[in-house]
C-alpha cells in the first residue's frame, strides 16, 4: 500500500474518532431516556443503508467484511440491500446491534434481529414504516482482526494535595501505571492505591530529596545501597523501576552501580526516553492525544508518559478509540515483553 494511501486511511480514521465522540455524547443524552421522540422520520432504503454502513465503521469494520449478497426467503418491493457481514471475534453482535439502535433512535425505524446459529451467526432486518428496507447476515469469522495498534498509559504528577482529584483518579476503571517518586507523601498512598487496585512504577530522579531514599551522586555505594534496598522494601509492589534521563542522577558515577543493584533483584529499570511525552498543558492534551493516536500504527504498542491532570482530560477519549479497535492495556505487558525479547 503506498503511503498516499496510508495517509487517506489515518486521516479518514481520525475523522471516525471525532464523530465518535461527539456521537457518544449525543447517544448519552438518548439513551437516559424512556422513551423514543414522537413524530419520528420516516427513512428511505439509502438512508438507512448509510446508517448502516456507519455503525460498522463506527466499530473499524473493513469494507472488505461487507458484501453484498441474496438472502433466502428475504424479498420486498422497498428492500433496498442485502448483505454477508463478517464479524470478528472481539466485537459481540449484540454491540452492533446497540449502536444501530442507537444511530436510529430518533428515526421511525424497527430493527429485529434473530440468532440463526449461536454465537456464530444472527439475522439483522431493518424496517421504516413498517416497510423492510434491508437485511443484514453477521457471521462470526475467526480469519479476521480489526488492525490497530496497542496503547498504555503511565501516570506521573498525581495530585497528592487534593484529595478529590486523586479520588478521580484512583476510581477511572482504566488502565494505567501510576509513577511514583520515592518519599514519605507517595508512601502515604500506596495503601489507597492497592484498595483501587492500581499498580505503579517507581521513578528515580533527583526530585528524592528525603534521606531515607536519597541517591546523591557524591554518596559512597554503601550510602547507595542503603537507599535503595529501603526504595525496594517500601515500594516492593512496583512493577517496575524508571529511570530520569535528563537527571543529574543518570549522568553519575553512582548509576551503573544502581542499574546493578536492581538487576541483581530481578527489577527492570527502563529509561524515560522509552515513552512519549505529550508535551502539553491539561488544557490542550486532547489535540496532542489524537495526534499521537495518529501516529499509532496497527504493529505499534506505545507508551505514554502524562502527568494526572492531562490523563483525566484523556479518559473521556479512550473509549471511543477502543471502539474502533485500539487495544490499551497496562503498560507493564509491553515492558515486560520487550524485556524478555532483550
Avoid: C
Avoid at 414504516?129 to 480469519?143: R, S
Avoid at 536492581?262 to 527502563?270: F, H, M, P, T, Y
Avoid at 515513552?275 to 495526534?291: T, V
Avoid at 495518529?294 to 505514554?304: A, G
Amino acid at each position: 500500500m503506498s503511503n498516499s494511501s496510508l495517509k487517506k486511511i489515518t486521516i479518514i480514521l481520525f475523522a471516525t474518532v471525532i464523530i465518535l465522540i461527539l456521537l457518544d455524547v449525543v447517544i448519552t443524552k438518548y439513551i437516559s431516556k424512556d422513551e423514543q421522540p414522537k413524530n419520528r422520520e420516516v427513512l428511505s432504503g439509502i438512508e438507512i443503508n448509510t446508517k448502516f454502513i456507519s455503525a460498522l465503521k463506527n466499530f473499524g469494520f473493513s469494507e472488505n467484511w461487507l458484501t453484498k449478497k441474496k438472502l433466502k426467503k428475504i424479498s420486498g418491493d422497498s428492500l433496498y440491500s442485502t448483505y454477508s457481514v463478517k464479524v470478528p471475534k472481539d466485537v459481540p453482535i449484540q454491540m452492533l446491534l446497540l449502536e444501530m439502535k442507537n444511530l436510529f433512535w430518533e428515526d421511525d425505524v424497527d430493527l429485529i434481529a434473530e440468532e440463526i446459529e449461536t454465537n456464530k451467526k444472527s439475522l439483522i432486518l431493518i424496517s421504516s414504516a413498517k416497510k423492510l428496507k434491508l437485511a443484514a447476515e453477521f457471521v462470526y469469522d475467526e480469519t479476521i482482526k480489526r488492525e490497530y495498534g496497542t496503547v498504555s498509559f503511565l501516570v506521573s504528577d498525581l495530585p497528592i494535595d487534593d484529595e478529590d482529584m486523586l479520588a478521580e483518579l484512583f476510581n477511572t476503571p482504566e488502565l494505567y501505571y501510576a509513577v511514583l517518586v520515592p518519599g514519605s507523601e507517595s508512601k502515604k498512598h500506596l495503601n489507597e492505591l492497592g484498595k483501587a487496585e492500581k499498580r505503579f512504577a517507581v521513578l528515580l530522579n533527583d526530585d528524592i530529596t528525603e534521606l531515607d531514599y536519597k541517591l546523591a551522586s557524591n554518596f559512597s555505594e554503601d550510602r547507595i545501597l542503603r537507599s535503595l534496598k529501603e526504595i525496594i522494601t517500601v515500594y516492593h509492589s512496583a512493577a517496575f523501576f524508571i529511570i530520569d534521563e535528563k537527571s543529574d542522577l543518570y549522568e553519575s558515577k553512582n548509576y551503573p552501580y544502581i542499574q546493578t543493584q536492581l538487576s541483581k533483584r530481578g527489577i527492570v529499570l527502563i529509561p524515560t526516553n522509552r515513552f512519549i511525552e505529550l508535551n502539553s498543558s491539561g488544557a490542550n492534551a486532547d489535540s496532542k492525544f489524537q495526534d499521537f493516536m495518529l501516529s499509532v500504527n496497527k504493529i505499534d504498542e506505545k507508551i505514554l508518559y502524562v502527568t494526572a491532570e492531562q490523563y483525566l482530560s484523556l479518559v473521556k477519549l479512550i473509549p471511543a478509540y477502543r471502539k474502533i479497535g485500539y487495544k490499551f492495556i497496562y503498560p507493564g505487558d509491553i515492558v515486560i515483553k520487550r524485556e524478555t525479547l532483550n
